[in-house]
């Protein structure tokens, strides 16, 4: 194995046989022929052509195991097409990859197959989950995936926040909830779907796929079943979930259960009926959707050409995605394509803040806690399932965690939004947990800081519209925009004008 010569998927755009040249291969891409034909064409040809690329090689022996977070665990093992949440014992699962058959290639090879297919439309690689495929379910046939395209999402330089606000020019925020269905829960997703639909092809007996949601998780559930038609039922907490997110799983068929209880409770009975009866367990419990999800911090590494920011900062609630950004990290630390791993934050609503509590005992005590209403409404939980993983990913990264109360989320989102950004509550959070640590000096000036915001702040309008309003009791909206309004009279408008231009010159 030769590797010093580029990688063979650099040679990508290359002729086929037929003269045409590789195109968007998409679900519903209408080009005239089978969407994912060419993959076998790519495929073939390397194996004709001998070479040896991550593509051909086996990296199979993916299995999920039980032993990682909590060492009395008994090392237990189970292939992925195994449906298993938990360990014997009751803890956590984590999906291993086989690092002996990864380790065949060096991280230069890995860096510039992920860099080739940047931009590259070739059925599955277009996502910017699949291109990173070898890393997240090798053995899956492409045929089988399920996909949106997810990924590639922009690393936003957030210049005049950082500068304006924080001293800082360096701070980037990683726009996850620009995707599919709006938050980053596609990344998981498209992972989880795509494996239940290869079971289904199996003839495993799953009738359909469920979770209990804060709103995010079962509109990308709903989606991502919907393409592949597979049933899909979702349980919600009445009331707790904005309306943006309540009508994407009714719009995408789902079978919409509304409780009136929180999302721990949803969370206890989803996992009751998927024990009894064939539906698949969507939740972060799964260990599937984390390998969709730590594409993300692999992608960030790749959008800074391979150099490791300083700080991380994700807000947590059910403490799966920050378990995610550290395997992600980790994973490229391990097969050579990093040196090191950034400090992970976790940012976590003070209204629902079991994690932080924990982490000021200087990890001594875990309590879950009754979780208040917040406006970051998707990380409004007590009783985290991902806490061991969470926990693992702080300790194994010199990681943090911080809280925010609902007038510095609330304030900070205004902030970010009028240097441009429109961010949801919980990029909220991050951001809040990050001026908190500024003002500590725990973030330096010049460290190279990412937020990692989760979802699109679209979905979260109504409570820019109170705080904007003025409308939310006992907070004191300091950074509210108020619409004027001025009748249909010029006189009118130029002097409500003239006001305005008046106080901008002299701020
Ligand atoms: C928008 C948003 N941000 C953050 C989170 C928290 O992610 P996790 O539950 O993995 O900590 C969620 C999860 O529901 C979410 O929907």
Known sequence: MNFESPPPQLIKNRERDDGERDSVRQIGATTGSHPRKFRQDDDDEKQRKGEVCAETVSLSRIEVSGFVFKKLDLHESYSLDEIVYRSRSGGLLDVQHDMTALKQFDGKYWRSLFDSRVGKTTWPYGSGVWSKKEWVLPEIDSDDIVSAFEGNSNLFWAERFGKKFLGMHDLWVKHCGISHTGSFKDLGMTVLVSQVNRLRKMNRPVVGVGCASTGDTSAALSAYCAAAGIPSIVFLPANRISIAQLVQPIANGAFVLSMDTDFDGCMKLIREVTAELPIYLANSLNSLRLEGQKTAAIEILQQFDWEVPDWVIVPGGNLGNIYAFYKGFQMCKELGLVDRIPRLVCAQAANANPLYLYYKSGWTEFNPVKANTTFASAIQIGDPVSIDRAVFALKNSNGIVEEATEEELMDTMALADSTGMFICPHTGVALAALMKLRERGVIG???????????????????????????????????????????????????????????????
């Open 445 to 507: 000036k010049t460290d190279r800081t990412v937020v990692v915001s989760t979802a699109h702040g679209l979905k979260f309008t109504q409570s820019k519209i109170d705080y904007h309003s003025k409308g939310i009791e006992g907070m004191a909206c300091r950074y509210a925009n108020q619409p004027v309004e001025v009748e249909a009279d010029i006189g009118a408008v130029m002097s409500v004008l003239s006001q305005y231009l008046d106080k901008g010159s002299k701020s």
